[in-house]
């Protein structure tokens, strides 16, 4: 028997699918990589984006509370973990979910690591996997526990820095900026180290994990859009994503716009939380 359509409702929309680099429109290129073109035209705000990488990175763009946007990523097993129990988590994400990543670094300003993430995998938070420009380096590492030769610490001539508390001894190599805050209710506020840092004339802010450091942004309404990569992948035990206080009823869940790409094996989910995110007392442009 032939399903009637009319009961059935719409079909499910199709996902955005993220169009290829190789497919990437270029009139003139004018480098061996498009990425670093089109990372370009992604500062140039009023030149509109090609056909296809608007839906992705076009919220991207600009924050619509102040002057800064502030975006958070976390790569997930389809069981929600962002590692295994011993910690584990390179990589989760498939290549392309990968480039996603780097292709995120090299159009913000900085890229902001908890110390738990700086220490347990030593990432040097660098564009390597696409052509385009150096973002600076933040690790949050209240208690000065990151060792002078973390990889993030090496000097690539990107500003490096390190945010801590007063009084705090760290060990972070010369050339690093330190930062000191204050603690309030136990944590530095998210507001009070996006502050700290478009004070540093940071202005489009990656905050790449972990998922403590990320929970922590998403209470404090300090995210602008959040990128979840869903890899097809099953962890078992182990690291959790984001953590937040518990609700009594799943009713009570906020829910947010979202946007969905597919990215080879990974879905990113694009959630766009710009109706919670509070304002940091920047000084909006205007246009
Ligand atoms: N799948 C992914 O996308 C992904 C991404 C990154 C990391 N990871 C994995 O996640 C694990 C590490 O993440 P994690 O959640 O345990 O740690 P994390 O978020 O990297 O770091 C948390 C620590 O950073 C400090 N911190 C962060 N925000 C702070 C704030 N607002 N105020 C004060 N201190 C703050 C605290 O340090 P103190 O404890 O010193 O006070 C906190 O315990 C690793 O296994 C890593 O492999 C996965």
């Not at 009961?7 to 009139?27: A, C, E, H, K, M």
């Not at 958070?72 to 989760?92: C, F, M, P, W």
């Not at 009713?251 to 959630?271: G, N, S, T």
Request: glycine share 10%; charged share 20%; with cysteine.
């Amino acid at each position: 028997m032939m399903a009637d359509s009319r009961l059935l409702g719409p079909p499910y929309r199709v996902f955005d699918f993220y169009v290829p680099i190789t497919n990437f429109p270029l009139s003139k290129p004018s480098s061996s990589d498009p990425w670093e073109d089109f990372s370009n035209v992604f500062r140039r705000e009023h030149q509109p984006l090609p056909q296809g990488w608007a839906d992705v990175f076009g919220p991207l763009r600009k924050g619509t509370v102040d002057d800064c946007l502030i975006v958070g990523q976390l790569g997930l097993s389809l069981d929600g973990r962002v590692a295994t129990e011993s910690g584990h988590s390179k990589y989760i994400n498939g290549p392309a979910g990968l480039v996603h990543l780097h292709r995120l670094r090299s159009l913000v300003d900085v890229v902001v690591v908890g110390v738990g993430t700086a220490i347990a995998d030593d990432p040097q938070l660098t564009v390597r996997r696409v052509s385009g420009p150096q973002p600076a380096r933040v690790v949050i590492d209240p208690k000065g526990r990151l060792c002078a030769d973390a990889r993030m610490f090496a000097d690539n001539g990107v500003r490096r820095l390190l945010i801590t508390e007063e009084r705090t001894r760290c060990t972070a190599p010369a050339g690093v900026e330190v930062i000191t805050l204050p603690k309030i209710d136990g944590q530095f506020a998210p507001s009070a180290i996006l502050a700290a840092l478009a004070g540093c004339g940071m202005r489009r802010m990656l905050i790449e994990g972990g998922a403590d450091t990320i929970s922590r942004f998403l209470v404090a309404g300090c995210l602008d859009r959040l990128h979840v990569m869903v890899a097809p992948i099953i962890l078992g035990n182990g690291g959790p994503g984001i953590v937040l206080p518990s609700l009594d009823r799943a009713d009570q869940a906020p829910r947010m716009p979202v946007r969905v790409h597919k990215i080879d094996d990974d879905v990113l989910f694009d959630c766009d939380l710009s109706a919670q995110r509070v304002a940091l007392g920047i000084a909006k442009k205007s246009t």
